[in-house]
């Protein structure tokens, strides 16, 4: 079985500044796939970013990025240049890979991102 | 637009109650999930689907039941056997192989009078 660890439950930054957000992971696959998910005052879940475990280059999406140690097992997201609209929970997630079928994801318990102005 | 519904927003149980959480998926995704979300505890497994008239038990699927009749549809009863029912449940869908990810509905929450 598959645990995640976000050992960060509050964190707080000011608009602009930089700000990671830790994620650790147990498991022993060799293949699977990475996730930080964001979950606004709205409570939708949104999709902010993901990682390949085969891949060695760490993924980007505007100014979201992230830090794969895969030998570590840790998964941090750094978010640069943040915004109110940041302002949220943050989900690490982990889904190993299948080769048919579908596969699940475990998520861990969360860490609740403040951005002040 | 395509996406995830569920409905209601907001449901009220009374002890001893079953009562049902809709999920509808417009997206032509094949495999279905269903989270249940408690303060501090992130999202665990209910139960999910993979396609019609199959579904496999999450983390967590004492007090609760399922059904996959149609592609586009994976309802959630909380049974009078959930004895801590009040939380927040989101449904999700995916398409294809297990490298996509999952999207998400907008959520119910359930409460206890």
């Known amino acids: 079985a598959q645990t995640v660890t976000q050992s960060q439950p509050e964190m707080s930054v000011q608009e602009a500044e930089t700000v990671t957000l830790s994620c650790t992971y147990d498991?022993?696959?060799?293949?699977?796939?990475l996730f930080w998910y964001k979950q606004p005052p709205s409570r939708q879940m949104i999709l902010v970013i993901r990682?390949?475990?085969?891949?060695?280059q760490n993924a980007t999406e505007n100014r979201f990025s992230v830090n794969f140690q895969k030998a570590a097992k840790s998964f941090s997201l750094k978010i640069s240049d943040s915004q109110l609209g940041d302002t949220a929970m943050y989900f690490c997630?982990?889904?190993?890979?299948?080769?048919?079928?579908?596969?699940?994801?475990?998520f861990g318990k969360g860490t609740m991102l403040l951005v002040s102005p | 637009d395509g996406g995830i519904t569920q409905s209601p927003k907001y449901l009220f149980r009374k002890e001893g109650q079953n009562v049902t959480l809709s999920c509808e998926q417009n997206l032509n995704h094949d495999a279905m999930y269903w989270y249940r979300q408690d303060p501090g505890q992130g999202l665990r497994l209910i139960y999910y689907?993979?396609?019609?008239?199959?579904?496999q038990k999450g983390d967590i699927a004492e007090g609760y039941s399922v059904s996959r009749e149609k592609k586009e549809s994976f309802p959630l009863t909380v049974t009078s056997a959930q004895k801590n029912p009040t939380a927040f449940y989101l449904c999700?869908?995916?398409?294809?192989?297990?490298?996509?990810?999952?999207?998400f509905g907008d959520g119910t929450r359930l409460s206890i009078l």
């Open positions: 689907s993979q396609i019609v008239n199959d579904f």
């Open positions: 999700a869908s995916t398409r294809e192989v297990s490298n996509q990810p999952q999207h």
């Open positions: 498991t022993s696959e060799n293949n699977y796939y």
């Open positions: 997630a982990f889904m190993k890979h299948v080769y048919l079928g579908y596969s699940t994801l475990t």
């Open positions: 990682q390949e475990a085969y891949k060695q």
